[in-house]
């Protein structure tokens, strides 16, 4: 039992800031990656970052330079630090991670939260 759960979205003019959070929680023996998702309706899910069990990270070149990954491995937890945000913004944000249930097993399973919607006004 695994459960996701994002928060922090909220309506914000354009060029306001925003920071995601998501905790993780449940039979979790280690996080090997967290990331951030989004989708805006007729559209498809998209990456927006990730971040790797060793920090290393990855954005999409839509927010590159404006939103940043981070990660609190104690508390099993990530964050989206997003700036200078544009209209084009507007999505459900979503958190995905990838877990190792036991000390014994290499298998690895995917979680989604049930995202947070962020809206950015002109």
């Known amino acids: 039992q695994v459960h996701v759960l994002e928060s922090g979205g909220d309506l914000v003019q354009a060029g306001g800031s925003l920071r995601l959070s998501c905790i993780a929680s449940g039979s979790i023996f280690s996080i090997k990656l967290m990331g951030w998702y989004r989708q805006a309706p007729g559209s498809q899910r998209e990456l927006v970052a990730i971040?790797?069990?060793?920090?290393?990270?990855t954005y999409a070149d839509s927010v590159k330079g404006r939103f940043t990954i981070s990660r609190d491995n104690a508390k099993n937890t990530a964050y989206l630090q997003m700036n200078s945000l544009k209209f084009e913004d507007t999505a459900l944000y979503y958190c995905n991670i990838i877990v190792t249930s036991t000390a014994w097993s290499a298998a690895e399973f995917g979680y989604w939260g049930q995202g947070t919607q962020v809206t950015v006004s002109s």
């Open positions: 971040i790797t069990s060793t920090g290393n990270t």
